[in-house]
């Protein structure tokens, strides 16, 4: 069994800072990506930042310059550190893995709440 474990979500005021981990643990055996989505109300999930297996990194436009996506390979883990949060930041949280090596495999966190509001 695979399991995505997520934390770090909350409350913050606007332009506040929160970090947002993952640790994935299981049969993965070859983690290509890790990253985050998230999803508000009424509204499609969208990539929000992601981490490949060579630490490249690539962020969704409206968090560039306030997200930072990192990932501890040794541990399965990555991090989302949110800076200069707004309320348009408001949504559930989901990490996210690809993995093989033989076929492509996807996963999912539950999702965390993060809600930026003053």
């Known amino acids: 069994q695979v399991q995505l474990v997520e934390s770090g979500g909350g409350l913050v005021q606007p332009g506040g800072s929160l970090k947002l981990s993952c640790a994935a643990s299981g049969r993965i055996f070859s983690i290509y990506a890790m990253g985050w989505y998230r999803q508000a109300p009424g509204k499609q999930r969208e990539l929000v930042a992601v981490?490949?297996?060579?630490?490249?990194?690539n962020y969704a436009d409206s968090v560039k310059g306030r997200f930072s996506i990192s990932r501890d390979n040794a541990k399965n883990t990555v991090y989302l550190q949110m800076n200069s949060l707004k309320p348009e930041d408001t949504a559930v949280y989901y990490c996210h893995v690809r993995a093989g090596p033989i076929a492509t495999m996807e996963f999912w966190g539950q999702g965390t709440q993060v809600t930026v509001s003053s």
């Open positions: 981490v490949t297996v060579g630490d490249g990194t």
